[in-house]
């Protein structure tokens, strides 16, 4: 980062410049989850990462937030270009948000970093100046905090006067229920090993600038980071050493979703053949068919046992078709672009599943029991015939790849290295992998989904991609992206919480995230 924005500055690039573009891209992180204005508290050091903070602030402060500053460090220890944003904040047009305080209201509003965390019970020695923007009651709106106290040049352990600020960042968010934005780093953690301090912060989003850093997707990292969100900088320009592992955003999404063409017809976005569900799994196959049609497939074919036709057949959307068959052998006839199968399929049938996975030549999304079943023959997918993408979640991946304990990017790594598939191994950062391509996370998504049923959408919905062209490690990708998206708006700009979401909540909102791409 510092050779990238070193050659930057180099071309005549100004670094306040680069602060802007990157403040402003904080404060649209905030609006994208936070559309209605709240309270906005900048937590900020002394340097350029508190700078990006400050702007920020101002940024939201023009769209109708309310802020506080709360500053680590006193004045004589900022940096020049921080001292000049938050001198910009302070110097707010009257006319943005109602009348600006008097002067003197400013000066009053000077005090030490305890009166403003009367929680915490250990008293300083240091005193730290605060300046609060807005004297603000509890109002019905979001807390946001902005945790911009250290950049990417800091390692733990952290000192005072720093910790005592991660320490209060980390005490609103859990007594008062504020929602954390990390300005490119939680402060407290190695951005380059994911090792981290502890009392590091504890963020919601890690909006980070420029690039991702290796360290954010660190496994230990994860309740730390959170959600990531990129702030791209056009004048960074990338590493000239090739990376080994990417994120999944819509800029690199471009290209992979075009929009159709005005005489496009059904057959041309792929027919979809579901093979799920059983006795006391009859939802499997109904999400997974539904999951298929949000996602643009042309035509959707579930086949599912005799046994359950009847009750599937009442239940299915009527854009569904579907057909009974008294074996699974049957289908190896079948005109199908792609195949999803596993969802609630039970293992009674494992013989005439593995021989599906083994002969079909159309490319293949097998998930749960079909990985089930697989995992007690794992030589099959040596010998497939077509395109393999494997949904597996933790457990299930035990199952497929009993490997000794490594980093869950090392194991997909490893099992793509032994089996030419492709993997999306499920988790609160989705990793997809494919031998010969950049191991990649996913950056969407919300603890909410930790509940039945997400993964058949997924598996739907990663089928329709295949079925409109894209290869199985570009339909990992988006898929994954687009459900944990769906789940963000659900939650977010919809009326659902982390407790209530059910998938077929993702399912109506699939729609807005495909619109967000």
């Known amino acids: 980062m510092r050779a990238a924005e070193e050659a930057a500055f180099a071309t005549g690039v100004q670094v306040e410049a680069l602060m802007n573009k990157a403040g402003a891209g904080v404060a649209q992180a905030v609006t994208k989850f936070f559309q209605k204005p709240g309270r906005c508290i900048v937590f900020a050091g002394k340097g350029h990462n508190a700078g990006d903070a400050l702007f920020a602030a101002q940024c939201l402060e023009q769209r109708g937030w309310k802020t506080e500053v709360r500053l680590a460090f006193k004045e004589a220890d900022f940096s020049n270009l921080m001292r000049k944003k938050l001198g910009d904040l302070l110097r707010r047009p009257p006319d943005v948000l109602g009348a600006a305080p008097s002067e003197a209201a400013n000066a009053d509003l000077v005090g030490t970093f305890g009166q403003f965390a009367p929680d915490l019970t250990e008293q300083r020695t240091t005193t730290q100046n605060t300046i609060a923007r807005e004297a603000c009651s509890s109002i019905a709106a979001p807390l946001v905090i902005l945790d911009g106290l250290l950049g990417i040049g800091a390692r733990p352990p952290l000192r005072e006067p720093i910790r005592a600020a991660c320490r209060a960042i980390n005490q609103l968010r859990t007594t008062k229920g504020g ?3 990390a ?30 850093k290796p360290g954010l997707v660190a496994d230990g990292a994860l309740n730390y980071v959170g959600r990531i969100e990129v702030v791209p900088l056009e ?8 990376p ?6 819509p800029v690199a999404f471009r290209g992979l979703l075009p929009r159709r063409n005005y005489n496009s017809y059904k057959n041309q976005f792929g027919r979809i053949g579901v093979v799920a569900g059983s006795k006391g799994f009859v939802g499997a196959a109904l999400m997974a068919s539904q999951g298929a049609l949000r996602a643009g497939a042309g035509l959707v074919e579930v086949f599912v046992p005799e046994e359950i036709y009847e009750i599937v057949a009442g239940a299915a959307f009527m854009e569904v078709m579907v057909k009974p068959v008294a074996s699974y052998r049957h289908l190896l006839k079948e005109k199908v672009d792609v195949w999803a199968v596993g969802p609630g399929l039970g293992k009674s049938r494992a013989v005439e599943i593995l021989e599906l996975v083994e002969k079909v030549k159309q490319p293949m999304v097998l998930d749960a029991d079909g990985l089930n079943i697989v995992s007690e023959k794992t030589s099959v997918l040596r010998r497939c015939k077509g395109k393999r993408l494997l949904t597996p979640h933790p457990g299930e991946m035990k199952r497929l790849f009993r490997d000794e304990q490594q980093s869950r990017g090392k194991t997909a790594t490893k099992f793509c290295d032994r089996f030419p598939v492709t993997l999306l191994l499920k988790g609160s950062r989705t990793i997809i992998a494919e031998r010969g391509r950049l191991l990649s996370y996913n950056t ?3 603890p909410g989904m930790a509940t039945g049923g997400m993964g058949d959408v997924l598996t739907g919905v990663c089928a329709a991609l295949l079925g409109q062209g894209l290869s199985p490690y570009d339909a990992a990708r988006v898929g994954a992206w687009l459900c944990g998206r769906a789940a963000e708006i659900a939650i977010f700009n919809g009326n659902q919480s982390e407790q209530s979401l059910l998938p077929r909540d993702v399912l109506d909102h699939l729609g807005d995230a495909f619109k967000e791409l």
Do not use: N
């Open 235 to 242: 004048e960074l320009r990338p590493p000239q050493t090739k």
């Open 244 to 249: 080994k592992e990417i994120i999944a955003s």
């Open 183 to 212: 300005v490119d780093l939680p402060t407290g953690l190695d951005t380059d090993s994911g090792k981290k301090d502890r009392d590091c912060v504890v963020a919601d989003f890690t909006v980070t600038i420029g690039y991702a």
């Open 444 to 446: 969407t998504g919300s």
């Open 179 to 181: 929602y954390v934005f």
